[in-house]
C-alpha cells in the first residue's frame, strides 16, 4: 500500500527531471538527464557524472510576529522528508541566522504557492513547519508517532459522516488526544485512515477554523519501506516512529546534496548585518574559495526546514480551468473537492 497524500502525484508530475553533470573540458557543465547516455565514453573510458535533483522555486510565507505582517522570499524546493513521497512532508533549507528561523520560532504556520508556468499549474500549500538542525529534531510525541504541534490554526471539515470522533476531538482546547489508535499490525492500519471524495461544489459553511492542536503522522523511513513491500515481508516490523539516528541520517543526506557554493553561503557573515569591510574581505575569500575552511565549517548555520502540509490548492489554468482543495482532516486522512476554478 501506499500512504502518499492524495495530491502529491500531481505536484510529482510538475517537477523537472533530474540533472546530470558532465565534464566538458575539465568543468562540469548542466544537461538534462533525457539528453544523456550513461553508456558513453570517451576515449574508451566511461563519463564521469554527477546527479542533482533540479532546483525547483516556490513562494513561502511566514509571519513576522513584529507586525504580524505576511514575509514572502523565494526558496528551493530539496525533496521530501526521508527522500520518501509517502511522508508528505516537503523540505527546503535556510540558513539559522536568517529572520524567517526567528519567524518560524515564534509562529510555525506557512503559505507556499508553486507556479509551473510552461504546465500552468499552481500549488498552493498550508500547515506548518518543524526544524531539523545538529542540535534540534521535530518535537515529537512518542506515543502518538506524531510531530507535537501547538495553537495551529487548520481547516477542518464540520460535516462529514463517520468522522465526528475527530471532529470532537477538535473542539477541546487542551492537549490533543485523538479517538485513532496508532498500534497497527500491518500497513491495513494506515489504509484504513485513508479517504478522498470529489464532489461538485463546496459550501464555505462546510470548512471550520479551528485552533486546537494539530496532529501529523510521521513514520520511520524502515517502516515507510515495511509498508510498502521495498523490503522482505519475513522481516520483523520495524519501528514506526523514527529514531534520532534516523533524524540525523536525514540531516546530513540534505546538507550532503548540496553543492560546494551553496554549503559557502551558510560560513559567511549573517545575512543582512552591516557590510563592514572586513565582512566584505571574508565575503570575497569564501566567493574565490581561498578562506582555508573545509565546506563544513558553516554546518551549525545549516537548517533543514520541515514542511507539514494541511491544505493544498491545486489550479490547472489551462484550458477551462479546473480546481481541488485538498483538506487533511486527521492523520492520514484527507478530503478531496473539485471546486469553481
Given at each position: 500500500m501506499s500512504c502518499v497524500p492524495p495530491w502529491a502525484p500531481a505536484f510529482e508530475n510538475c517537477l523537472p527531471a533530474p540533472v546530470e553533470f558532465v565534464p566538458e573540458n575539465g568543468a562540469f557543465s548542466a544537461k538534462s538527464s533525457l539528453d544523456l547516455n550513461e553508456e558513453e565514453a570517451v576515449d574508451g573510458a566511461p563519463k564521469k557524472t554527477r546527479t542533482f535533483s533540479a532546483s525547483t522555486p516556490f513562494t513561502f510565507c511566514s509571519i513576522n510576529p513584529v507586525n504580524n505582517s505576511p514575509q514572502a522570499r523565494t526558496c528551493m524546493f530539496r525533496g521530501w522528508l526521508f527522500d520518501n513521497h509517502n511522508t508528505g512532508v516537503m523540505i527546503f533549507t535556510t540558513d539559522r541566522r536568517m529572520q524567517k528561523y526567528s519567524q518560524l520560532k515564534a509562529n510555525s504556520q506557512f503559505e507556499s504557492c508553486f507556479y509551473f508556468e510552461e504546465l500552468k499549474k499552481q500549488f498552493r500549500m498550508q500547515g506548518f513547519i518543524q526544524f531539523l538542525s545538529l542540535d534540534e529534531f521535530p518535537e515529537f510525541d512518542t506515543e502518538l508517532n506524531t510531530p507535537a504541534v501547538t495553537i495551529q490554526p487548520v481547516k477542518s471539515f464540520t460535516n462529514l459522516a463517520g468522522m465526528g470522533s475527530h471532529i470532537n476531538s477538535f473542539n477541546r482546547m487542551e492537549k490533543f488526544e485523538p479517538k485513532v489508535s496508532f498500534s497497527p499490525s500491518l500497513a491495513s492500519a494506515l489504509a484504513s485512515t485513508r479517504s478522498t471524495t470529489s464532489v461538485s461544489s463546496v459550501s464555505t459553511d462546510d470548512l471550520a477554523v479551528t485552533k486546537e492542536p494539530f496532529n501529523y503522522p510521521v513514520y520511520s523511513p524502515a517502516y515507510l519501506?515495511?509498508?510498502?513491500?521495498?523490503?522482505?515481508?519475513?522481516?520483523?516490523?520495524?519501528?514506526?516512529?523514527?529514531?534520532?539516528?534516523?533524524w540525523t541520517n536525514e540531516y546530513y543526506r540534505v546538507w550532503n546534496s548540496q553543492g560546494s557554493k551553496m554549503k559557502s553561503t551558510f560560513r559567511k557573515p549573517a545575512p543582512k548585518t552591516l557590510l563592514t569591510s572586513e565582512a566584505r574581505k571574508k565575503i570575497d575569500s569564501i566567493t574565490r574559495g581561498v578562506d582555508g575552511s573545509s565546506d563544513d565549517a558553516g554546518l551549525e548555520n545549516f537548517t533543514v526546514v520541515l514542511m507539514f502540509v494541511n491544505q493544498v490548492d491545486y489550479y490547472k489554468l489551462d484550458g477551462i480551468g479546473r480546481r481541488w482543495i485538498y483538506t487533511r482532516i486527521q492523520d492520514d486522512d484527507w478530503k478531496e473537492q473539485e471546486v469553481c476554478p
Amino acid at each position: 500500500m501506499s500512504c502518499v497524500p492524495p495530491w502529491a502525484p500531481a505536484f510529482e508530475n510538475c517537477l523537472p527531471a533530474p540533472v546530470e553533470f558532465v565534464p566538458e573540458n575539465g568543468a562540469f557543465s548542466a544537461k538534462s538527464s533525457l539528453d544523456l547516455n550513461e553508456e558513453e565514453a570517451v576515449d574508451g573510458a566511461p563519463k564521469k557524472t554527477r546527479t542533482f535533483s533540479a532546483s525547483t522555486p516556490f513562494t513561502f510565507c511566514s509571519i513576522n510576529p513584529v507586525n504580524n505582517s505576511p514575509q514572502a522570499r523565494t526558496c528551493m524546493f530539496r525533496g521530501w522528508l526521508f527522500d520518501n513521497h509517502n511522508t508528505g512532508v516537503m523540505i527546503f533549507t535556510t540558513d539559522r541566522r536568517m529572520q524567517k528561523y526567528s519567524q518560524l520560532k515564534a509562529n510555525s504556520q506557512f503559505e507556499s504557492c508553486f507556479y509551473f508556468e510552461e504546465l500552468k499549474k499552481q500549488f498552493r500549500m498550508q500547515g506548518f513547519i518543524q526544524f531539523l538542525s545538529l542540535d534540534e529534531f521535530p518535537e515529537f510525541d512518542t506515543e502518538l508517532n506524531t510531530p507535537a504541534v501547538t495553537i495551529q490554526p487548520v481547516k477542518s471539515f464540520t460535516n462529514l459522516a463517520g468522522m465526528g470522533s475527530h471532529i470532537n476531538s477538535f473542539n477541546r482546547m487542551e492537549k490533543f488526544e485523538p479517538k485513532v489508535s496508532f498500534s497497527p499490525s500491518l500497513a491495513s492500519a494506515l489504509a484504513s485512515t485513508r479517504s478522498t471524495t470529489s464532489v461538485s461544489s463546496v459550501s464555505t459553511d462546510d470548512l471550520a477554523v479551528t485552533k486546537e492542536p494539530f496532529n501529523y503522522p510521521v513514520y520511520s523511513p524502515a517502516y515507510l519501506n515495511y509498508i510498502s513491500g521495498a523490503c522482505d515481508a519475513t522481516m520483523q516490523r520495524p519501528s514506526m516512529a523514527p529514531s534520532e539516528a534516523d533524524w540525523t541520517n536525514e540531516y546530513y543526506r540534505v546538507w550532503n546534496s548540496q553543492g560546494s557554493k551553496m554549503k559557502s553561503t551558510f560560513r559567511k557573515p549573517a545575512p543582512k548585518t552591516l557590510l563592514t569591510s572586513e565582512a566584505r574581505k571574508k565575503i570575497d575569500s569564501i566567493t574565490r574559495g581561498v578562506d582555508g575552511s573545509s565546506d563544513d565549517a558553516g554546518l551549525e548555520n545549516f537548517t533543514v526546514v520541515l514542511m507539514f502540509v494541511n491544505q493544498v490548492d491545486y489550479y490547472k489554468l489551462d484550458g477551462i480551468g479546473r480546481r481541488w482543495i485538498y483538506t487533511r482532516i486527521q492523520d492520514d486522512d484527507w478530503k478531496e473537492q473539485e471546486v469553481c476554478p
